[in-house]
């Protein structure tokens, strides 16, 4: 019996059809343009394609449903219950629903132990859920909001369906995914800027390595980031003079671990010689330190579901600070699972010119195991 | 207190547990197209032994014969005193058949790969594979200092794209790759990617552990099968599939085998092949030279087997050589599938996800020139069966 928690934010993406940037604190707004509510049609296609995959690949595993009452769960599921699937309403929301309503309900769900929490929203919702679950408990959203950047989406219901049978069935890996959202305070002042959050569990396709002809076997995500840490810090020890920028989130913060010295996981590291010589560093200090040091790495990971290497969660790596270290000076690493899910790369720089710089390319290099590295295609 | 052992019952229990261990099916007599395996009488559509050579009487006789006049074993490693006559003959016959300036036997294949890879490229250099190189290869690469570059299955655009990246960065480049991919049975593009290497100078290692004795004029390889024969810089091979023996060999220039004896620690220290292997070795070669019907067989085997599979529904993929999956799709339906065949005579083992796609789970099948026609039909017969119960055709 998987024992998975439920919820749906019901006025998810309700903003977007209305040209709105989200539904956040916007909710009358977007009624008063004529919005609808769009999560129960998305949660049928995912429940509907999740009954038909745990039919067809023959699963067994029974699934109980922990989930709210009303819209934020309990409705999608009682037109869709079957026998392999049950479900039991664990909270009550007040009316109207609030975020404040999710994170209580998570907060139910981790009382009850849950194995996996299904969500139905956009990256306001799983930032709600992130904020109480963390990283105890793995999160996968059934994409249905207005902004959809954070790393722990199914490409579409269907694409969660599939996942979450997986991940039933035993065959997935827990990995990381960030947490992206728009960031209110620059939002008010008139910028768009999506922020890095922080980083979510999320269930994963693992790395698989041949052991014998006909078997193969998971390797730990844990492991495949240290592996590309090792290959990184081997960089550096070939130069002990170059400066090494490090960018955000874990897959780079595993660099810092495997250095031993302390890092910042949502901020911009400098480290010459292996040790850290500055640490959550802005622009200015970067433009500094690039005056200070003629041979430079700089080492970043895609950030979110959409592939993006720059303009998303690490706005101290500007314009000016990329071209001062120079586009063939970047080393890319991501572990594989998470390349097989973002197939192209992306740069929102906010300068056009340097953008154009790395659409020229066409490809860049990403290591994604130790020294191993392939050409991943920069989508324009 | 620690337990110094324990380790190895806790982490064979859980295989055990995850269905991942080996449980090894027992061979009554020998490998031949029809044989006994755990007590039952059935025909065998999962050994190497593409060509039957394995229990060919004239292999037999040459392997008797070698212990009549050079005993059981070699005394020692090839470098020190364990270097046969019979070794150097078995080597010159390779080169002779592959039509390469020279060759030289290993232990074994992933000795080959594992030997003499990592005394290709080290620091400062690249490594190029395909994405689906097979396991020995990647312990090989494993083994080096360098840098490691992978391109699509088979897609030689993103190669082209690689070897281009790579040629202003790196001093030495090898492309390294399956000739004969053994999942799918399809052949690796060796013409384009020789050429592709040639424009920037780039070394070719191809394992052609699969196609030696199957592809090619006679069955001589993946080299006289591109008509690039002695061109590719290392042909490597194994005596364990079509050749029926067992060892590794690499055919190449003189420099590459002067070079490989002198470097490759698996070579060096370890002990050589028995005077019986070695003429094994020989007379393999010898037949091949001498009774070209055994390819001929093979390939006829294969057609006829392959387009029956396709007549009555099933999917046989995109393979071209004797290797022919038959894909069924979900995971437990190709275990089923492969559990009624055994029970209906035919040995031949499930490859599931995540060996494959999820969606492509499938019997691998790998035909023998020994078979009959009237023990194909009994297989297909199997096939049809249990398909129809399964209703998978």
């Not at chain 2, 080959?112 to 594979?129: V, W």
Request: charged share 25%.
């Amino acid at each position: 019996m998987a024992l998975l928690g439920f919820v749906v934010n019901p006025i998810a993406g309700m903003g977007g059809r209305v040209g709105l940037k989200g539904t956040d604190d916007v909710l009358d707004q977007a009624l008063e343009l004529g919005a609808e509510p769009i999560a129960p049609h998305r949660v049928q296609i995912f429940l509907t394609k999740l009954r038909s995959i745990m039919e067809s690949r023959g699963i067994e595993e029974q699934i109980e449903w922990l989930t709210c009452a009303g819209t934020m769960g309990e409705s999608d599921l009682k037109t869709n219950k079957t026998g392999s699937m049950t479900y039991e309403v664990v909270f009550s929301p007040g009316e109207p629903t609030s975020a404040e309503d999710t994170r209580l309900a998570c907060k139910r769900f981790l009382e009850k132990d849950v194995g996996l929490i299904v969500f139905c929203g956009g990256d306001g919702t799983a930032r709600d859920i992130w904020q109480t679950v963390g990283e105890k408990v793995p999160i996968i959203g059934i994409p249905s909001g207005v902004k959809m950047h954070s790393g722990v989406f199914g490409m579409n219901p269907e694409a969660t369906a599939e996942i979450v049978a997986s991940f039933v069935s035993g065959e997935l890996d827990i990995a990381e995914g960030e947490i992206l959202d728009l960031d209110e305070e620059k939002y008010r002042q008139g910028e768009w800027h999506i922020r890095l959050f922080g980083t979510a569990r999320t269930p994963h396709e693992p790395t698989y390595v041949q052991v014998s002809k006909v078997q193969v076997e998971a390797v730990g995500e844990d492991a495949i980031k240290e592996e590309i840490a090792e290959s990184i810090v081997e960089d550096m020890e070939d130069d002990p003079d170059m400066l090494f920028i490090l960018g955000s989130g874990s897959t780079v913060g595993a660099v810092s671990k495997e250095l031993g010295i302390d890092f910042s996981l949502l901020g911009v590291d400098a480290v010459v010689n292996k040790e850290l010589i500055a640490k959550d560093v802005n622009e200015s200090k970067l433009l500094e330190l690039l005056d200070e040091h003629k041979k430079v790495k700089l080492v970043i990971s895609p950030i979110g579901a959409q592939g993006f290497i720059l303009g998303r969660g690490n706005l101290q790596l500007s314009p000016e600070v990329i071209k001062r270290i120079g586009i063939d000076n970047i080393t890319i690493i991501s572990p594989p699972a998470k390349l097989a899910q973002t197939p192209m790369l992306r740069v929102d720089t906010g300068d056009k010119e340097l953008d154009e710089m790395f659409h020229e390319k066409q490809y860049l290099r990403v290591v994604f195991r130790y020294k191993t590295m392939k050409l991943v295609k920069i989508m324009k | 207190m620690r337990d110094p052992s324990g380790f190895m019952r806790t982490e064979y229990e859980d295989l055990v547990e995850k269905g991942f261990d080996w449980k090894l099916r027992t061979l009554e007599g020998p490998s031949a197209p029809r044989c006994k395996v755990d007590g039952k009488d059935v025909i065998m559509l999962c050994s190497n032994n593409y060509l039957n050579l394995s229990n060919h009487p004239r292999l037999a006789a040459a392997a008797k014969k070698a212990i009549d006049t050079h005993g059981a074993g070699s005394g020692s490693v090839r470098p020190i005193a364990g270097n046969l006559d019979l070794h150097i003959e078995a080597e010159k016959a390779i080169a002779r058949f592959k039509g390469t300036e020279s060759a030289l036997t290993y232990q074994t294949g992933f000795a080959a790969n594992a030997g003499l890879i990592p005394q290709l490229a080290g620091k400062g250099d690249i490594i190029i594979s395909d994405q689906l190189n097979h396991g020995s290869i990647i312990d090989g690469v494993r083994l080096t200092k360098a840098d490691r570059g992978i391109f699509a299955h088979r897609d030689m655009g993103e190669l082209e794209r690689v070897l281009a990246d790579a040629d202003k960065k790196y001093e030495k480049i090898l492309v390294v790759t399956d000739g004969v991919f053994s999942m799918d049975g399809d052949i690796q593009h060796m013409g384009e990617i020789q050429k592709l290497a040639d424009e920037v100078g780039a070394m070719t290692f191809v394992d052609d552990a699969h196609g030696e004795g199957v592809i090619g004029p006679d069955g001589r390889g993946i080299g006289a099968h591109f008509g690039i024969a002695g061109k590719i810089d290392v042909e490597m091979g194994t005596f364990s599939k079509a050749y029926g023996v067992v060892g590794g060999l690499i055919a190449g220039s003189q420099d590459l085998v002067n070079y490989a004896l002198n470097k490759s620690r698996t070579w060096l220290l370890s002990g050589s092949h028995p005077p019986a292997v070695a003429a094994a070795q020989l007379e393999a070669i010898k037949v091949l030279e001498e009774e070209p019907e055994h390819v001929k067989n093979l390939w006829d085997n294969t057609k006829y087997f392959k387009n029956e599979l396709i007549s009555m529904g099933y999917n046989c993929g995109d393979s071209e050589t004797p290797i022919t999956p038959v894909i069924v799709g979900e995971s437990h339906k190709a275990k089923a599938l492969s559990d009624r065949t055994f029970e209906l005579g035919v040995f031949a083992l499930p490859i599931v996800f995540p060996m494959v796609a999820r969606d492509a789970a499938r019997i691998r099948t790998m035909m023998n020139a020994g078979l009959t026609r009237e023990d194909l039909d009994e297989a297909l017969g199997a096939f049809e069966k249990a398909g129809k119960e399964l209703e998978i055709i």
